[in-house]
């Protein structure tokens, strides 16, 4: 054990060093490139007794830098959310998206967007999150309820994914017709939620997703000693101690408010959650405290650097980082799968 | 001392198990024998408290544990079951140390280290410590699996200021299923000499009666979820039983090591 915590711990900081070049590359390369100095320069006109910011400081510090922290913990939650379904499915196949959450959230934000304007229903900072977290129990429950067998009330990961794809097909056309009934300029924002993107960042967001990400992760790594113990099989975790029926509710509600509240913000990020914890288990095995926290990181590093991705490649326009996460995620996916022969 | 106080379990209108009675002192291994379906395994698993009964208690040291906390429980109670599938790449030791999870918070202490690296070497598993489990072949496997569980309950439970020093249960759910007889002699020599403890109660299922009649002290006959019998051998496993219960006519064939052979027709 001491010499692959060892080899654990050096991959942990390892990953932290990438996620800050990350980050560093991703607060200076975009529409406009930023200097160092010019950053620096930035950061000091927020201290008291400074002059004004310029408007390319402005846009730095109002669009560039809480893009970029909404980035990071957007890819936090996803990749953490992706590690907890697979330890709880036993099953490396599994992800947030597969089994309907994303897409429930999403719904859950884009009607509240419709009903919202035209109810004019007060919008605090809480109730679009709040919205997408309620989609997201709804979806999930309904995937569950329905992949169900009727004979000992297991679902099969197999029918877990198929009666996942057939919501997440539902819940992507209810979103679809929200937009068709929609008026142009709001159909056009309801798009964003089935893309996934990052423009509408703000610092609003930032602060909602933090909250969600690091009390979502922190319970997680609470659990992970349990989630280990799963894994020789349910009746072998109760012998060893867990209460497996309130681990699978814990773990299913951190997922859904981890994943939903950043959907809410983003819209539909897939394969993130798919493709991390897998890349993290090739590399340092599967325990799931080293695989959340592991996770976490490597979910914020390759989101930004997805998003890097969606704002260089079409400069000065830019990709919903959707398109990007799938494009590359899909095929390193592929790959691992046939590199690897996972029997499910 | 466990107690089974009249239990009695059903799935689906069937009782599996029906008022069973039966009590096992620390300090002595007992079997449970019986055909196929007469409920060994639903039995085994209800005095673990993985399943709890319909009626009756299942008393362990004078309580019932019927409300006993999961986490508690486990501290001084270990099932060892047949192979047992891993989903992820673990390494062994990661596995052996899975019985030590009871035992600690966060991480693992020196003492939990120690143990595991003991009862690699008792199961002579040291040598692939590094290894991942599902490389291994299944009669590996199951010694990985035996150093886990009596890694949960090798030392005797720590006695707190008010309460007495309290037994160490280990059940075997036929964990003999799928192992050559080499292991299954070896496995057997292993639970017995752990279960010689003063504070060990150990309860298992084998399915093999010659096996039984080796290294059980106390025998527990089971014939259609009723208790048919129990006892020492000698009293348990008479010709006349063993025809109405097994529908098999015996031999007995005297033989140094355990008194007895059984051969059967």
């Excluded at chain 2, 196929?36 to 009756?56: D, F, I, M, W, Y």
């Excluded at chain 2, 070497?121 to 490389?135: L, P």
């Amino acid at each position: 054990m001491t010499k692959q915590t060892w080899t654990r711990r050096g991959l942990l900081v390892a990953l932290s060093f990438a996620t800050l070049l990350v980050l560093a590359a991703s607060i200076r390369y975009g529409a406009i490139d930023f200097s160092i100095p010019a950053i620096g320069r930035a950061l000091v006109s927020l201290l008291p007794g400074q002059p004004e910011p310029t408007l390319d400081q402005r846009i730095f510090l109002e669009l560039r830098l809480p893009r970029a922290a909404l980035c990071l913990l957007v890819g936090a939650s996803l990749g953490v959310g992706g590690a907890l379904m697979q330890a709880l499915f036993r099953n490396p196949i599994v992800e947030p998206g597969l089994v309907g959450t994303s897409s429930g959230a999403a719904f859950g934000s884009a009607l509240f967007f419709v009903l919202g304007g035209a109810l004019h229903l007060g919008s605090s900072l809480w109730s679009l999150p709040l919205a997408a977290c309620l989609g997201g129990v709804v979806s999930t429950y309904l995937v569950f309820l329905l992949a169900r067998s009727r004979e000992d009330g297991r679902a099969s990961i197999v029918m877990l994914l198929l009666t996942g794809l057939a919501v997440n097909a539902l819940f992507m056309s209810a979103i679809g017709f929200l937009s068709y009934i929609a008026r142009d300029p709001q159909a056009r924002s309801i798009t964003f939620w089935s893309l996934g993107t990052l423009s509408g960042a703000s610092w609003r967001a930032v602060e909602v997703v933090a909250v969600s990400t690091v009390a979502g992760t922190a319970v997680a790594l609470r659990y992970a000693k349990q989630l280990n113990a799963l894994m020789i099989g349910e009746e072998e975790a109760t012998y060893l101690g867990v209460n497996v029926n309130r681990l699978k509710w814990v773990i299913l509600s951190v997922n859904v408010v981890v994943v939903a509240v950043a959907t809410a913000f983003t819209g539909v990020i897939g394969f993130v959650g798919l493709v991390v914890p897998h890349i993290l288990r090739m590399m340092g095995g599967a325990d799931n405290r080293f695989l959340i926290l592991g996770s976490a990181l490597t979910g914020a590093m390759l989101l930004s650097l997805a998003d890097l991705l969606a704002r260089l490649s079409l400069r000065p326009a830019e990709l919903p980082i959707g398109i990007v996460t799938s494009a590359v995620g899909v095929p390193v996916f592929l790959l691992l799968l046939r590199r690897r022969q996972y029997v499910f | 001392m466990l107690e089974a106080r009249d239990i009695t379990f059903r799935v689906g209108g069937r009782a599996l198990v029906s008022g069973v009675s039966a009590s096992f002192e620390p300090g002595r291994l007992h079997l449970i024998i019986g055909p196929n379906g007469a409920g060994k395994s639903t039995l085994v698993k209800l005095l673990a408290r993985l399943l709890r009964p319909h009626e009756g208690r299942v008393v362990y040291e004078g309580e019932d544990v019927r409300h006993a906390g999961e986490a508690e429980l486990a501290k001084r109670r270990a099932v060892l079951s047949q192979l047992i599938e891993v989903a992820f790449p673990l390494t062994v030791r990661e596995v052996v140390m899975m019985g030590r999870y009871p035992h600690f918070g966060g991480r693992p202490g020196a003492a939990d280290e120690e143990i595991v690296d003991e009862l690699m070497k008792f199961f002579d598993v040291s040598e692939f410590a590094g290894r991942n489990y599902q490389t291994l072949s299944g009669g590996e496997r199951q010694r990985v699996n035996f150093a886990r569980v009596l890694a949960q309950v090798w030392r005797p439970v720590s006695a707190e200021a008010t309460a007495r020093p309290r037994c160490r249960y280990l059940f075997l759910d036929e964990p003999l299923t799928f192992l050559d007889i080499r292991h299954q002699i070896e496995f057997m020599k292993k639970v017995r000499s752990f279960s010689g403890a003063p504070d060990v109660v150990a309860v298992g299922v084998v399915h093999d009666l010659n096996l039984a009649a080796r290294f059980a002290d106390q025998i527990v006959l089971l014939d259609r979820g009723r208790v048919a019998a129990a006892g020492p051998l000698a009293e348990v496993l008479t010709a006349e039983r063993i025809r109405e219960v097994f529908g098999v006519e015996p031999t007995f064939v005297p033989v140094e090591q355990s008194g007895v052979h059984l051969i059967f027709d």
